[in-house]
Structure formats: C-alpha cells, structure tokens
DNA sequence: TAGATTGTTAATCGATTAACAATC
DNA sequence: TAGATTGTTAATCGATTAACAATC
C-alpha cells in the first residue's frame, strides 16, 4: 500500500488532454523521442507548470534534464481516456449534424464508433449515410440491449430531445453526447456530455462587441 | 458619475446565459410575467444564488418578493450577447459539418447569418447548400472587404486549418468560430472561438471508464 | 403584517500560478 | 560539473456557495 493515491484529473486538465495527444502524435511522426513541458506549453500557449501538472494528474513522471517520453505520453493519455478500446454508439437524429456526425472520420482516433443511426423520418428510414443504416426509433430498444450500446449521441430537433432521451435511458443506455440545445434532465448516475453551441456562440458575440466597443471608444478618443 | 461600475461577466456567466434565455422565452410564450431565480435554478439544478449573480452581473435588477420581469431579462440578455443584431459570418469548408452548420436553422435565434461557403473543392464550387453559394477560396478576401465580413467559421480538414485561418485574418476577418481539432495560433487581438468536440467526448470516455470501473468493483464486492 | 425573494458581504472551494529544491 | 527540467509545496486568483439584512 506504498502506492499513490491515483488524484483524479479535473475536468479541465481533461478538456485538454486531446490537445496535447494531438500535438504528441505529431512529434512522434517526427521520430521525436522526448518532450518538454515547456516545448508543450510553448505550442499551446500555456504555463509548462499546467502542463506538468496536467501529466502528473495521471500519473506520469517526466526525467529531469530530459523531458517526457512521447511514446510513453500517448499510451498513457490513450489508456487514461480509454480510447484505444472502441466504444459502440448509436445516433439519434439522422438530420444534417446527425449526418455529419456520422461522416466524421476523425472519430476513430478517439475510439468511438458510431454503428447505427435512428430517426423518425420515414424518408430516412431505411437509407445509409456513409454506410450507415438508419433505423426507425422504436427499434432502438431493442437493438441497443442486443448489442451492448451504452452510449447515445442526441442530434434531434429540440422539441423532441427529452422526451428522447428519457427513453434512451431506460435501455442499456447510460451515456448520452448531447448535440441539441436542451438542458437534459435525467436519472442520477445517467452520464450527459454536451455540446454547447449556444454557449460557445455566446462567447464569442461577447468577445465581438467588446472589441467592437473598444475600436468605438478608441475612435472617438482619435477624432 | 454615480453609476455603478459595469462589472463584466464571467466566461462561465456568459455560456450559461443562453441556457436562461431559451427557458425564459419558453415562459414568455406561456404568459408568464415573472420569474424567480429559485424557479431558473430548480429547472436546471443550479443554485438560485447563481443565477442572481449571474443576472446581476448584467446589471439586471429584480424585485424582491416577484422576481424578475421575464421580458426584461430577455430584453437584457439578447442585448448583452448581442444577438438581437445581426453578426454576418464567412463559413469556410463546405463539407459535411459545414453544410449541417450552413443548413442549421436555429443560429437565426442567436443573430449568425452565413451569407457565403467557401471551398477549394471545384466539385463543390458553385454549387447551393441550403441555398448559400459556395465560392472558390480565392475570392474569399476580396469578398470579405467588400461585405464587411468580421466572422469566419471554419469548418475544414485539420491540415488546412492554421493555413487557412492565417489567410483569413489578412481580411477583415478578425473573429474566428474553429470547429477543427487545432489550436490554432494567430497574432494578439484575433477571437478564436474553439467549439472542442475532442474535448468534450474526452470528458464523455473518462465519465464513462470511471463508472465502468465503479460497476466492476461494486460487482466484484458483491460476487 | 408575514413571508418570499432580492442583493450584499463574507467564506469556501478548486484551479492556476509561483517559488524552489531535487534530479540527472 | 553545470544547467535544464522535473516535482513539491505554498501563494494567488477567481468562481461558487453561504449567510443574512433589505425589500416589497
């Protein structure tokens, strides 16, 4: 019992693992074999001290004067987000980001797969997008216990996203990628991860019109 | 000079304050006059002392014992986001988010209007997506100048991001909404915007792991 | 009035940053 | 060794939460 007590990261220093991961894989095609915080934290432009303390979160220690084994940094992130196991997934909404969802290459690299697709639309019914099928929603159910799926992405239309996923999850679905701009509210213990478009929007509007009041301010101090 | 100094929101403030506006314009509809912080709170299990300071922090003001005037706080919300203006955008990758974001009706809401898609894909060039044109990248600065375009949303390969985004704050372009996977870097005054779907599916798998983990122990404590 | 709700002021909590000894 | 980098311990910062007087 000389072990560590393994510190669970925050959710931020979550948030920026796949960063790091990305930039990680880039040096490793470079055959680069260590890394720095620093270098790290320079690229990201970040404190080297976040950076440290991101990786010690999960357990990883560095070798002073040297750095961060990069091959050793991956497998540990890799294997801290679980992403090298495939994680089966089925999506709710067959619509334009539904689709999108479902074309988007880049979710392998994160181990999610994405192996079938529900609407109500009767057009849709029936038709594959990008090879995959979609299927009507009362079929869902059935399907998710039959194959094990914990993990639904809710790309619907608002109106129908809680009534949706209140019957999500009384299948064998516990997780849910919430892509709709409703606030979910579900069972205790029902993962919910979501998007927040809205948000980030607003962000950004509030970084424009302050920018914009700035230039105002300054012209007038100008003229 | 007796004004109270405009306190700037918080980031955190800022992304949940679309939350509040969608819940309050549902009240609107339904006639109600006003509504109390207890009653936005308890509707997305946040504190009520939250939402005060959320709401005070736009320098709304309530009235004890009634709560706040639903259509003020709505009033005073699309003025803060500035969404009751509207923010015309360049989106720049017509793939298949690109076409989700352009076809998304619901940015009309948060006063983003995509007038043009650009592309260097000359099978796409030309063609409508929801009836947005799509240009040839080439046009795109010179389009940018003449329609006073500040917003660029970018929804292309990540190879081309950083590129891309370089040329684009060349133009008017000085606010960027970045829906790849890169970080990327630009000179001091740009507005990056980074909605992280790596990010936020990495918070999914690490959610999911840890309550795998905790059925397992509970499994094993049990067998 | 009584009581629900507001806004203010203070306390808590957690993440980031700083300082620096330890290491190779 | 000298020096770059690590990991630890402490300080700072900012957001959330708590307590409570003020208000209608």
């Known amino acids: 019992m000389t072990e560590k007590a393994p510190i669970t990261p925050s959710l931020p220093t979550v948030r920026r693992l796949p960063t790091y991961l990305r930039l990680l894989k880039e040096l490793q095609d470079e055959n680069q074999q260590y890394v720095s915080s620093t270098y790290i934290a320079d690229r990201f432009q970040l404190e080297p001290i976040q950076v440290r303390k991101d990786l010690a979160a999960m357990g990883i220690v560095g070798q002073p004067r040297l750095g961060f084994v990069v091959a050793d940094l991956i497998a540990a992130i890799m294997q801290f987000l679980g992403w090298n196991n495939t994680t089966k997934a089925f999506l709710i909404g067959a619509g334009n980001l539904g689709s999108a969802l479902i074309g988007y290459s880049g979710f392998a690299g994160y181990g ?112």
Chains 1, 2 share one sequence.
């Open 112 to 223: 999610l797969n994405i192996i079938a697709a529900f609407d109500v639309d009767n057009s849709k019914i029936g038709t594959r997008i990008h090879n995959i099928e979609v299927f009507p929603l009362e079929k869902l159910p059935d399907l998710a216990v039959r194959l094990h799926i914990h993990l639904g992405i809710l790309t619907l239309p608002a109106a129908a996203a809680q009534a949706t996923a209140d019957m999500l999850v009384q299948t064998s679905i516990t997780a849910i990628w919430n892509f709709t701009p409703v606030k979910l509210i579900l069972p205790a213990g029902v993962i919910v991860e979501k998007v927040d478009l809205a948000a980030s929007l607003a962000v950004l509007s509030c970084s424009l019109k302050e920018k914009f009041l700035l230039n105002m301010s300054g012209e007038a101090e100008n003229g």
